[in-house]
């Protein structure tokens, strides 16, 4: 009974290892479309909440009173003019336009990369990929 045990134990001491190669010659662009909406989306979602994050400390400090204060003007009867006061709305307006921008700015740049690996690898043949398991 031990030539058996012996048998098994010499089996899984000897590795087995496959070696697959592979050629990248094309990536589809469809699928480049949809996993840049997905990390575009992330990105702006992110960075809108560390906006808002951001602007809530910003908010208890007391920044936007000292901006405000910076910014406004008075008249010469003493009322305050008319100044655009830089508050929670105006942040977030401008935080929803830097998300959008960045949002599309992402995909377009995907976009291109796909396209223009896709011609390099026309030209050159691809990139080659190697995976053993061991």
């Known amino acids: 009974m031990s030539s058996v045990a012996d048998k098994l134990a010499q089996k899984s001491a000897v590795p087995s290892t496959k070696q697959v190669r592979l050629n990248l010659v094309r990536i589809s662009l469809w699928s480049t479309l949809k996993v840049s909406f997905v990390v575009g989306l992330a990105i702006a979602v992110l960075s809108g909440i560390a ?5 809530g400390v910003l908010t ?3 920044v936007p009173q ?9 008249s010469s009867s003493g009322t305050s003019a008319s100044v655009p006061t830089f ?4 942040m977030l307006g401008v935080a929803f336009l830097i998300g ?10 995907g976009t291109i990369f796909t396209l223009l690996y896709n011609a390099y690898a026309r030209l050159t ?3 080659l990929v190697g995976f053993t398991n061991s």
């Open 66 to 74: 000292q901006i405000n204060t910076l910014l406004g003007v008075t």
């Open 87 to 90: 508050g929670t709305g105006t």
């Open 60 to 62: 208890v400090i007391g």
């Open 100 to 109: 959008l921008l960045n949002f599309i700015s992402v995909m377009i740049l």
């Open 125 to 127: 043949g691809g990139l």
């Open 51 to 55: 906006v808002c994050l951001a602007w």
